[in-house]
């Protein structure tokens, strides 16, 4: 029987919290800001999508539990060096202040350097996976999370401000900056559970429209909702002159591409066999944030 969502990300909270570190001999604050940066709540959609890859392709929970965390401790130090002033200059995340705001921005930069490698240390010693599985996750990850996928996007993201981008510079943008990390967790998932390269195909196929998918309806949220329920400043995007999926096909055209991509993802799984599972409802959950 396949867990209750609720039950899932309880075990990715306890699993995420026997990760990070309590207590060091040497970089107590460092430790104390780690935490805080990675125990910040959120909704967990990453690890949540890699436990319920690997369930839906035969997997045990367990066994991604590892891989989960280290997706979602990339995830965390993104957000960290997001949040800086060299960056996006953004004083609050998750309802509360961000990371350099309530650490220092040394601090800060040193959390996102600790909270990246963590990420490795945890999938390089997963128990689910067999050797090889390990050193292809660590080689997936890496490449999602690298010059190739977020952090080049992020890089194309700052280097893009004030211009107009197309809609396909825009879509090869998000791909990586936001996309890939979101792919790169429903393929994980899959690899844990040993899926076979039709099964890792569509594991891949299915994360890329969903990742796309989740962006799309971020710029929405961005115009059409407030900061208190983003937990993040709304208005953001437009303050900083961005390209976004509203700004170049209006508010009600990127709603309803939004839709269509994950009605396309809803197919894809469904020709799979994996319609009534918990990747299909977060699939649809990634998409369906618009108030």
């Not at 800060?108 to 963590?118: E, K, P, S």
Request: with cysteine; hydrophobic share 45%.
């Amino acid at each position: 029987m396949t867990p209750e969502p609720d039950a899932v990300r309880a075990a990715v909270e306890e699993a995420l919290n026997g990760f990070l570190p309590s207590r060091s001999p040497i970089a107590q604050p460092l430790v104390d800001a780690m935490r805080y940066a990675a125990s910040g709540g959120g909704k967990r959609l990453r690890p949540m999508l890699a436990c319920a890859s690997c369930m839906a392709f035969g997997g045990r929970l367990e066994d991604a539990l590892a891989p989960a965390c280290a997706v979602e401790l990339i995830h965390a130090y993104s957000l960290v060096h997001d949040d800086l002033p060299a960056m996006d200059d953004d004083a609050l995340r998750r309802g509360r202040p961000s990371c350099h705001v309530a650490y220092g921005e040394a601090v800060a930069i040193l959390v996102g350097d600790a909270l990246q490698t963590l990420a490795f240390e945890v999938l390089a010693g997963a128990p689910g996976g067999s050797a090889v599985n390990r050193a292809a996750a660590v080689g997936l990850l890496a490449q999602a999370a690298g010059w190739q996928g977020m952090v080049g996007g992020q890089a194309f993201d700052m280097a893009s401000e004030g211009q107009r981008l197309g809609l396909a510079e825009l879509k090869a943008l998000h791909a990586a900056k936001t996309g890939a990390l979101l792919s790169a967790s429903v393929r994980l998932g899959a690899l844990f559970a040993n899926a076979t390269e039709e099964q890792m195909a569509t594991a891949k196929a299915f994360g890329d429209l969903i990742g796309l998918g989740f962006q799309i309806i971020d710029d929405v949220l961005d115009v059409t909702s407030d900061t208190a329920t983003l937990g993040k400043p709304a208005g953001s995007d437009q303050q900083a002159d961005k390209s976004t999926f509203v700004t170049l096909m209006s508010l009600e055209k990127a709603r309803r591409e939004a839709q269509a991509l994950a009605r396309e993802a809803s197919d894809l799984l469904q020709q799979a066999g994996l319609q009534d599972t918990l990747l299909a409802d977060l699939g649809r959950q990634a998409v369906d944030r618009v108030n």
